[in-house]
């Protein structure tokens, strides 16, 4: 058993140097071979775990945490990987990662790790995983990016008072000078079927760029919904002007033609 354990040292040690000469395949290799005669080693499951996934090798990944965490499972990192592997069962997988994390302080070294995952959950479409993660990294640091994300967060969620709240502190912050901002700040009056507000906003956007295509296209969208058919037709004529191959614009352009 002494010799066993002696091996298995060895072997990690090779193992490590070869990590630290970044020669990562022969790595895995020795972490191989420790499992081979340990197969609960965690430090093993762990490595050979994260280089499949950094080679895109994520079912073998999956396999080796999966076997990690029947072992330990008070991990965050583990299962967050897990989760941005797999999409069937990202929901589970983070929704543990966030128990275990909502139970340890935020330090300044996992602010990265937070933000790459809010933004990339934002992008999945997982809202409420998202909104976990920029809340640990807004309620540490109130940075303008992670303001700007949460109010997009509560926008999609649909709770548009909290979204407006954080655009308007923005808003301030900028100057009322962000196109960005104001038109995010238009869009949740919109949502709000505060369509003047949204025009407002989306007007002075108008002053900082006349020459933004979006700005003008929704404008004249909310004037279409309005039934205005001049100030719609202005405004897309505008927009197309900027780029006549704009094909939202064109599509508008004919829904506003058939108006009556």
């Known amino acids: 058993m002494s010799e066993n354990n002696n091996d298995i040292k060895s072997l990690s040690k090779l193992a490590e140097k070869c990590i630290k000469d970044k020669n990562f395949e022969e ?3 020795y972490y191989k071979t420790i499992l081979e005669n340990e197969p609960e080693n965690l430090e093993a499951l762990y490595i050979v775990g994260f280089l499949c996934m950094k080679n895109n090798l994520y079912e073998d990944s999956l ?44 330090v300044r070294k996992d602010y990265s790790r937070y933000i790459y995952i809010a933004f990339k959950s934002y992008q999945w479409g997982e809202y409420d995983i998202s909104l976990n993660y920029t809340n640990y990294i807004y309620n540490a640091r109130q ?34 000078n962000n196109v960005y901002v104001l038109c995010n700040i238009a869009s949740c009056y919109r949502k709000k079927n505060s369509n003047n507000m949204a025009i407002r906003y989306l007007e002075k956007a108008k002053e900082i760029d006349d020459n933004n295509k979006l700005i003008y296209y929704n404008i004249a969208s909310i004037y279409g919904d309005l039934g205005d058919k001049k100030l719609a037709l202005e405004n897309i004529n505008k927009a197309l002007s900027i780029d006549n191959d704009y094909n939202d614009a064109i599509k508008l352009k004919e829904y506003i033609n058939n108006l009556d």
């Open 27 to 29: 790595a895995k290799n």
């Open 63 to 106: 396999e080796y945490f999966n076997r990690f965490i029947n072992i330990k499972n008070d991990n965050p990192f583990v299962y967050e990987y897990m989760g941005i592997m797999d999409e069937t069962n990202r929901t589970e997988y983070f929704n543990k990662a966030i128990e275990i994390n909502d139970n340890i302080k935020t």
């Open 143 to 176: 940075i303008n990016t992670i303001a700007n994300l949460l109010g997009c967060i509560y926008y999609k969620k649909g709770d548009y008072d909290k979204a407006l709240s954080l655009f308007h502190d923005l808003n301030f912050i900028y100057e009322k």
